[in-house]
């Protein structure tokens, strides 16, 4: 597998299948825990199927003799998620406490 899915294409896709996931636990809804399961897989992999038959490449390539191993796209790829869910929640705080502070 080639690696074709770079590190903003991941993020955004670790952000969308933790969601997705977090929604089809809440809600029991079995499309959106595919459509997370999908993303995640994609962006912890960094390979896309649908990327591979358009021949879209939005990663870097690997130079010979240097390879990545799962173990290390996975710790990347949840330190990623759980960064921008950090960022996040920090933003949604201080959205609120802005909004209690006008009203």
């Not at 130079?63 to 799962?70: L, P």
Request: proline residues 1%.
């Amino acid at each position: 597998m080639k690696c074709n899915v770079g590190g903003l294409d991941r993020a955004i896709r670790m952000v969308f299948g933790v969601s997705f996931c977090v929604v089809a636990l809440l809600k029991a809804n079995i499309v959106a825990a595919i459509v997370g399961i999908i993303l995640l897989f994609t962006a912890i992999t960094r390979w896309c199927i649908p990327y591979q038959f358009l021949g879209i490449n939005t990663g870097y390539q690997l130079k010979k003799g240097r390879h990545k191993n799962i173990t290390s796209s996975l710790v990347e790829g949840f330190t990623v998620s759980l960064i921008l869910y950090i960022l996040v929640l920090l933003a949604y705080l201080i959205w609120k406490y802005i909004q209690s502070m006008m009203q």
